[in-house]
C-alpha cells in the first residue's frame, strides 16, 4: 500500500476512535448530546499532536468568542431570525467576530467556528436558558478537543516519543 493510503487510514482510525469515545462518555454516560464534541474532534485532529493542539486552541478560542458574542446579542435584543431587527444584529455580529478573531484576538483560524457557535446561540435558543446553552456548548467543545489530543497522542505513537524523552533525561 501506499504512504498516502497508510496516512489516511491512520487518520480515519483516529478520527473514528475520537468519535467514539466523544459520543460514549457524553451521550451513553452523561446522556449529554455529543454532537459539538465529535465535530472538534474530527475537525482539530490533525497529523501531530502539535498541529492538532494548535488547531484544538484555535477552535477553542473561537467558540468561546462566538460564545460571549452570542450572549450580548441575546442580552441586548431578542433575535429571532423572522425579525428584521433581529437580522441586523445577526449580521453585524458577523462584522464583530471576524474583526475581533482577526485584529483583537490575532486568531483568524477561529473566524469560522466563532460565527458557527454565534449562529448556534441565537438561532437554536427555543426557550432555553442562553448562559446554560452557550456554557454547555463551550464546554462539550472543549471536551471534544481533549478527546481528540489524547487519542492522536496514544494512537500517532507520539508518547512514545515522549516516553524516551523523559528517559534520557533523567
Known amino acids: 500500500m501506499s ?3 497508510d496516512e489516511t487510514l491512520n487518520k480515519s482510525l483516529r ?17 449529554i448530546n455529543p454532537f459539538y464534541a465529535a465535530t472538534a474532534a474530527v475537525s482539530c485532529l490533525q497529523g501531530t ?5 494548535k488547531v484544538g486552541i484555535e477552535r477553542v478560542i473561537g467558540t468561546i468568542f462566538g460564545g460571549i458574542v452570542g450572549l450580548f446579542a441575546i442580552y441586548f435584543t ?14 453585524l455580529s458577523m462584522i464583530i467576530i471576524i474583526f ?16 458557527i457557535v454565534f449562529l448556534g446561540i441565537v438561532t437554536n435558543m427555543d426557550g432555553k436558558n ?3 446553552w452557550a456554557g454547555k456548548r463551550i464546554t462539550t ?9 489524547a487519542c492522536n497522542w496514544l494512537l500517532n505513537g507520539e ?7 523523559k528517559k534520557n533525561r533523567k
Open 100 to 115: 475581533g478573531c482577526t485584529y483583537i484576538l490575532k486568531k483568524p483560524a477561529s473566524n469560522t467556528i466563532a460565527c
Open 141 to 149: 467543545t472543549i471536551i471534544g478537543v481533549i478527546i481528540a489530543l
Open 15 to 31: 478520527i473514528s476512535i475520537s468519535v467514539f469515545w466523544c459520543v460514549f462518555l457524553l451521550k451513553i454516560l452523561l446522556n
Open 130 to 132: 442562553p448562559y446554560f
Open 78 to 91: 431578542l433575535i429571532e431570525p423572522s425579525n428584521f431587527k433581529g437580522n441586523l444584529i445577526m449580521a
Open 159 to 165: 508518547f512514545k516519543t515522549f516516553r524516551k524523552n
Open 3 to 5: 504512504k498516502e493510503y
Open 49 to 53: 499532536i502539535k498541529d492538532s493542539l
